[in-house]
């Protein structure tokens, strides 16, 4: 184990190096653009046997992984914003044919409005597609998701794709030490990829023939039983991982001070950290307050959150994006998924295409979290940080 | 292998497929897929081939098979290609797509293949127009061809656009080997497919699969059909080799171009005028790629002929 002070892109970057990545296709995007130019460098260097595939477009790009995985080797990408949106086509082909691959999606706001800061709105779209989404906190959790992401997509029980999601510039361009492991450590963790069903001559097979109506039905179900099924593994990689590495992330939830919480933020992302300082600076005033962190949006903690909420008297829930007159996705999903529990659920929007989230801005929605415990009228959706009187 | 004679017995691609009666995809894929042999891995893109040759939970192939989308046929078979290759895999990967996914949405990821000089063959099936979704135009329809979105109206008589000049931009990729094929030409056919099949980076096959309900036409007639587009030419026959070009067949005279038209009902609307723009158009393209073989370029004179019924007006037993 070395330290490094480094970026999420080459901690991310680093991951995919140590994992043995075998082939990965690539197109530049800020702010993803240093994680494939890093892994570039690597094999350039000598550092990392893989084929680098410079692809025309980000289709290009999700569809030679697709035709890389079918044939059998262990894939990597990363991609961010239009690019992820111009992958979205393929990006369905890929958990149905289970097929494992790994991509971060360094997160970026998806034009009109256009710009290349952080906001949610990328990866939101795509969480119907079938793939596991987590979202990361810092530097740290960037490089041990990537790392983790591999295991728990080849496990036979999930043979699922996993997308890392990170916030773009925040993370993405922004150092922090960050504790490398070792290619030895790495390969006693994930064991040589063994594929299931590949494209060779010698055994042929039809990957994703057209289905009929007589058979989809049951393959769609299949694959949603596939991701329930990979919560259970998630839990048994992290604590495989604690063992190896020494660090551990709490599952598809993590929480924050809420043993005895009246009230709470749901964040995903790096807004976590600043949750965190807003919650001890409550509990410091005696407000019994505390944070949930969302790591998993895909498999989504239905159990986790039901039990992590059932004595809470109300839940603020943080979104970077909107859904647009529908609040933000993770609001929608919270308050849908605690319907056996009585606490109030509030949408907080914030940090939109790249907006900085101010101690100030946290502090207003744990204070209307909390109003609301006292039976106080709380708008449904509130946008913190907008400029001027937009009313 | 050198002829039709010698031509495998067996094959990847068996019978007991969808395809039309007359299809001439079907004839063009049976035929490479026996020269290509068993240790090969296709992919299909949207098309017309995908729907014949694998409705879950059947398929007609006997080779290992992948199907995705529509417009990535030559990113996908780089995944692939990349992927054997590190696990020590020889077979030929082939793309089989047709117009549509290779002139007109595939053609981004087709010259990323050949740009980086990918080991793949890619072939294109060429019936001219979107067949699978019900006969739309492409960037492959010929000039006044009838099609549902190139319709024959009172005002407008089938396609304004010429035909697209794929293998110029395939050539200015400059591949290994790039080849246009006639399934009427069956020795020239299996001499460019073996040849496609042993050399090594990127490989592009054009074959002209006429197509029955699209063209309107006999199913009987596909490789007549095939023949006369080159004895007009409406179809030429070369081949590209390590940046020069050399011609596999030259008619030795031009045949009217409405010696082609009239076997199909998509043209039969086709007005003097049009034929004339058509006729022109082919005398151009004549010279260019038989011209210096020429003394003189001939240009064919056509009959000139009545308007008669449109496509639409037409009763046809296949539809």
Known sequence: MKVRVISADHAVAYAAKIARTEVIPSFPITPQTLIVEQLAEFISNGELDADFIPADSEHSVMSIAIGASAGGVRVFTATSSQGLALMHEMLYCVPQNRLPIVMANVNRSLGAASGIWVEYNDSMAERDSGWLQLYVEDNQEALDATLMAFRLAEDRRVLLPVMICLDGFILSHTVEKVELPEQEEMDNFLPKYDPLNILDPADPKVINPIIPPE???????????????????????????????????????????????????????????????????????????????????????????????????????????????????????????????PVTVTGHIAGIGGRDITPRHMRDMYDLVEKATKGEDVRKVTWHGLRGDME | MSTIKDMPRNDPFTSGHGACAGCGMAVAVKNIMRILGENTTVYVPASCLIVI????????????????????????????????????????????????????????????????????????????????????????????????????????????????????????????????????????????????????????????????????????????????????????????????????????????????????????????????????????????????????????????RKPMRTPQEEQLHFI
Not at chain 1, 232 to 240: G, L, S
Not at chain 1, 319 to 339: I, Q, W, Y
Not at chain 2, 127 to 153: C, D, H, K, L
Not at chain 2, 163 to 186: E, G, N, Q
């Open chain 1, 215 to 341: 058979y989809a039905m049951e393959m769609r179900y299949q694959l949603d039983r596939a991701i329930e099924h990979s919560r259970e593994v998630i839990v048994e990689v992290e604590k495989e991982f604690a063992k190896a590495f020494g660090r551990s992330y709490g599952g598809l939830i993590d929480t924050y001070r809420m043993e005895d919480a009246k009230f709470a933020m749901l964040t995903l992302g790096t807004a976590t950290g600043l949750a965190r300082r807003t919650v001890d600076e409550m509990r410091a005033e005696g407000k019994k307050a505390g944070l949930i962190k969302l790591r998993f949006m895909r498999p989504f903690p239905f159990k986790e959150l039901c039990e992590a909420t059932k004595d809470l008297k109300s839940l603020g829930v943080f979104d970077r994006s909107v859904s647009f007159n529908g609040g933000g996705p993770v609001h929608t999903e919270v308050a849908a998924s605690l319907c056996n529990v």
């Open chain 2, 53 to 304: 040759s694998a409705m879950y939970p059947t398929t007609n192939f006997r080779t290992p098979y992948l199907y995705t989308a529509f417009e990535n046929t030559g990113a996908v078979i780089t995944g692939i290609r990349a992927a054997q290759r590190r696990r020590g895999l020889s077979s030929t990967v082939v793309g089989l797509a047709g117009d549509g996914g290779t002139f007109d949405i595939g053609l981004q990821a087709l010259s990323g293949a050949a740009e980086r000089n990918e080991d793949v063959l890619y072939v294109c099936l060429d019936n001219e127009g979107y067949m699978n979704t019900g006969i739309q135009r492409s960037g492959a329809t010929p000039f006044g061809a009838w099609t549902t979105t190139s319709p024959v109206g009172n005002v407008v008589k089938g396609k304004r656009e010429f035909k697209k000049d794929l293998m110029a931009i395939i050539a200015a990729h400059d591949p290994p080997y790039a080849a246009s094929l006639s399934i009427a030409h069956f020795n020239d056919f299996v001499k460019k497919v073996e040849k496609a099949k042993n050399k090594k980076g990127f490989r592009f096959l054009h074959v002209m699969t006429p197509c029955v309900p699209g063209w309107r036409s006999d199913p009987s007639m596909t490789v007549e059909i095939s023949r006369l587009a080159v004895e007009t030419g409406m179809w030429t026959l070369f081949e590209i080799e390590e940046g020069s070009s050399r011609t596999t067949y030259r008619p030795q005279t031009m045949l009217p171009v409405t010696d082609y038209l009239k076997l199909q009902g998509r043209f039969r609307h086709m007005e003097n005028d049009d034929i004339a723009k058509l006729q022109d158009w082919l005398c151009r393209k004549w010279y260019i790629h038989y011209g210096h073989e020429a003394e003189q370029p001939v240009c064919a004179v056509f009959e000139k």
